[in-house]
């Protein structure tokens, strides 16, 4: 390869072994390249992803699509990059052919985080002014319908006097900083599905990474929530009738994060960036199996990131159970196999005598995951 | 302060806080409720029948002593009618199984069992110390595994029996299950949960009567019964990749107890969302009994603790490398498929009967090809196989191979030419 060759022949800059012209300053593979090759890379591989919205024939409306904005480097990333697809699209043909429907969902009840997400999501409807945002709170998910409050102990969801006084009792009430958060992952899917179904978008594209999505193979599976991986990491899987996908499902977390300092301008005052995860500790109380997880995948990425796309890839090939004999779970939603419900009465719970009264008061259906999450 | 009464019968003192799920139990409890949670297993699972001779792979290490102890229990106090024989293999790896060979002696006249020794030399023609001297350290541990697997069922052959039971544990399958995810690899993630592997077309079958047990229920079962067990980490297994498994299962297990069992559930779960055709095995007959293929699944007598297996750390950045070839080849690809048509009849290399002109969409995940499994025999020594030649006659040739030695048994291998060939090697060894 002649660029080799130069690059070494000219001291320490190496070109770039894409476009052979400018000193390659970033890595992908095992290859060096230059900024304009990188983020031409990033770019790509989510534009690629978003083939299935593509325009087709003479459709004049544009497709509507639910996104959520969580402010982390991954959304940021693909906000912009979709907003410059799309306006890309309208420069060649004056018109575009989906739009996104920003929503920001805030996870903290502190009025003083809500008012610095407010000023943020202002910042991001200044830089990218073209596409509809709004924001809703965790506890406008209690209003929802369809969820078996029940089996939260909480009474009927309607007419709440206080929802964030209440979602803070729910949250306080469960036994374990893991099952917490399992709570609020599903509150939170719940709540933008219906928030897409109420804005009429087809789908609802997450930014999640490559890194993200084995993260989550493993955080569910140890959860016990093996049986739902079919829906929550293959791209365009139906849930509730939205299809969800992953843009950037073939890129490394690291990639996104240089991706988002490299954009012009830079989406630094943008991102809120997530903390390392290198200092949990597994016996502090608060750590979460997905902060075992994100710590675990941290250090793969470093070594394998191969390995890391991979189990994205293996885990995508599994085949969800045909639709017949599933019952939807009473709190996340998804299918539950006839007969698999609970985390009672299965080969690993060898005791029967160990099934507590509450659960047979209860009769609704709830998945293993769900219910490991209310029981324990 | 008064002491916390056992959750279970009120009475005693609550000494043991249960790993499982944190009850406060007394030793009593504890230890009743550990036996009745494996006879559940047996019975719910039908593992046994009446008049079944069963050969307990035994290493002395306390997940196969505790087997043994609590076999006997339960077939004495349920009336199983079983007639259980201790069953060991001596993989030749001096200071490491001498000792815990000793104490299967002691648990055969303890347990008032028979039991029988099978050592790799006498099967293979190798010992793994002079495995070791050929290849070095790293990676051995997968000749082990893979001999160890094949060493059980002939051993239980050779005892007219065909059912071996095994010490695998709640967190050894767990620990498989999240391997089998990091490796990608399918068709074991469909079969490393089942209780029982192998099936009608096979010789022995092998189950694993512990697959709910944790390990550390294991260990207080076997303080409190006081059993004799040993204890030693394989000298052989400094740097497994399986070792990064077990430290995520250890700890999950400390943020979430429930954990382990968690993931032996999703396990079980996902083990029939894999797709068919790469199982090789239909749905209904997957969810009890799956093949067992003899390509170094883990199994054995948990003779290698915590490490045991075929992953190196080497292995892990040797699957880098492949994957990382793979993906270059596959984006090579998709730049010769969107180049135009002038183009279209360059092939990238590594990819045969590749259509540069439906490449760009039929390929669109870049994934590797669902290997389907079928189940047959080894044209060399006939032991059950997914392969044409067992891993275990690939690896033996290897080796025999490299470092011709003298005392092979010629079951293993046929021809004269080879034996010549290894009496030089061990007359230039002797030399040396």
Redesign the interface.
């Given at each position: 390869m002649s660029g080799d060759i130069e690059g070494q022949q000219n001291g320490n800059t190496a070109l770039c072994q894409r476009c052979h012209e400018e000193a390659a300053t970033h890595q992908i593979r095992s290859d060096g390249i230059c900024t304009k090759c990188f983020v031409a890379y990033v770019t790509t591989k989510a534009i690629k992803r978003m083939e299935t919205y593509k325009i087709r024939g003479t459709t004049k409306t544009a497709r509507r699509l639910l996104f959520p904005l969580s402010f982390g480097p991954s959304s940021a990333s693909l906000l912009h990059i979709l907003d410059q697809h799309i306006q890309g699209q309208y420069l060649r043909m004056n018109r575009a052919s989906y739009e996104l429907v920003v929503v920001h969902i805030n996870l903290y009840v502190d009025p003083v985080d809500r008012k610095d997400a407010d000023l943020l999501l202002e910042k991001y409807k200044s830089r990218f002014p073209r596409h509809t945002y709004s924001t809703l709170n965790l506890e406008d998910a209690l209003t929802l319908e369809g969820i078996d409050w029940k089996a939260l102990k909480m009474e009927e969801p309607l007419n709440t006097q206080n929802p964030a006084d209440k979602l803070q009792a729910l949250l306080g009430s469960m036994s374990s900083a893991t099952s917490r958060s399992d709570i609020v992952s599903t509150l939170l899917t719940r709540l933008l599905v219906d928030v897409a179904k109420k804005s009429e978008c087809e789908s609802i594209l997450f930014g999640d990474s490559t890194s993200r999505l084995a993260e989550k193979t493993l955080t569910e599976t140890a959860k016990g929530r093996g049986f739902s991986l079919p829906w929550q990491v293959s791209d365009g899987a139906l849930s509730y009738g939205i299809a969800f996908n992953y843009p950037l499902r073939d890129l490394l977390k690291k990639e996104i994060q240089t991706f988002s300092s490299l954009t012009t301008p830079p989406l630094t005052d943008l991102v809120i960036n997530p903390k390392s995860s290198s200092h949990i500790s597994a016996s502090s109380k608060t750590t979460t199996i997905d902060d075992l997880m994100a710590q675990y995948f941290e250090t793969v990425e470093e070594n394998f990131p191969s390995i890391v796309a991979n189990v994205v890839r293996t885990t995508s090939k599994l085949k969800s159970l045909p639709d017949e004999d599933t019952t939807s779970c009473g709190l996340c939603g998804l299918p539950v196999a006839k007969g698999t419900d609970g985390i009672y009465g299965w080969g690993g719970d060898q005791n029967t005598s160990s099934q507590p009264t509450e659960e047979k008061l209860h009769h609704g259906i709830l998945c293993y995951g769900c219910s490991r999450s209310i029981n324990s | 302060m008064a002491p916390t009464l056992c959750a279970i019968c009120q009475i005693a003192r609550a000494l043991i806080i249960r790993p499982k799920?944190h009850q406060k139990l007394c030793r009593e409890c504890f230890i009743s409720?550990f036996e009745?949670?494996?006879h559940?297993?047996i019975t719910?699972?039908s593992l046994f029948s009446r008049g079944d001779r069963i050969a307990i792979g035994a290493s002395g290490g306390k997940d196969s002593t505790v087997l043994a102890s609590v076999l006997k229990t339960l077939n004495e106090r349920y009336d199983y009618g079983l007639d259980l024989v201790l069953l060991s293999i001596d993989e030749g790896i001096k200071g490491y199984r001498d000792d815990s060979l000793e104490t299967v002696k002691r648990n055969a006249v303890q347990y008032d069992m028979p039991l029988k020794i099978v050592g790799y030399d006498e099967l293979y023609g190798w010992t793994m110390d002079q495995v070791v001297e050929v290849i070095g350290k790293k990676g051995n541990c997968t000749y082990c595994g893979v001999f160890r697997r094949q060493a059980l069922d002939r051993g239980a052959k050779m005892l007219g029996i065909n059912h071996v039971v095994t010490g695998h544990n709640?967190d050894d399958i767990a620990e498989t299950?999240?391997m089998n995810?990091?490796?990608?690899?399918?068709p074991r993630l469909a079969r490393s949960t089942s209780?029982v592997t192998g099936d009608s077309a096979s010789d022995v079958r092998r189950s694993k009567p512990l697959k709910?047990a944790y390990e550390k229920e294991i260990v207080l079962y076997a303080h409190h019964k006081k059993l004799d067990y040993f204890t030693t980490e394989c000298l052989y297994s400094p740097e497994a990749f399986r070792g990064s498994a077990r430290s995520?299962i250890?700890?999950?297990e400390?943020?979430?107890p429930?954990?382990i069992?968690?993931?032996?559930?999703?396990?079980?779960?996902?083990a029939?969302?894999?797709?068919e055709e790469?199982t090789g095995i239909s749905q209904c007959k997957s969810q009890k009994v799956s093949l067992s293929s003899a390509d170094g699944e883990r199994e054995g007598a948990g003779g290698c603790g915590s490490s045991n297996g075929r992953n190196s750390g080497g292995e892990?950045?040797d699957?880098?490398k492949k994957?990382?070839q793979d993906?270059?080849a596959a984006s090579r690809e998709i730049d010769v498929s969107s180049l135009a048509s002038s183009t279209a009849h360059i092939h990238p290399p590594e990819k045969k009967g590749h259509d540069p002109k439906t490449g760009k969409t039929g390929r669109k995940?870049?994934?590797?090809k669902?290997v389907k499994q079928t189940l047959g025999s080894c044209k060399k020594c006939g032991y059950m196989s997914s392969q044409e030649v067992c891993k275990a006659c690939t690896l033996l040739e290897g080796l025999n191979k490299n470092r011709p030695q003298m005392e092979i048994e010629t079951d293993v291998e046929d021809n004269e030419s080879s034996t010549l060939r290894r009496r030089m090697g061990g007359v230039a060894l002797a030399a040396g």
């Open positions: - | 799920n409720i009745a949670e494996i559940h297993t719910s699972t709640a299950i999240l995810l990091l490796r990608g690899d399918l209780i709910y995520l250890k700890n999950l400390r943020v979430r429930s954990a069992l968690d993931v032996v559930r999703s396990g079980e779960d996902m029939k969302l894999v797709p790469v892990m950045a699957m880098e994957l990382q993906e270059e995940d870049a994934g590797r669902l």
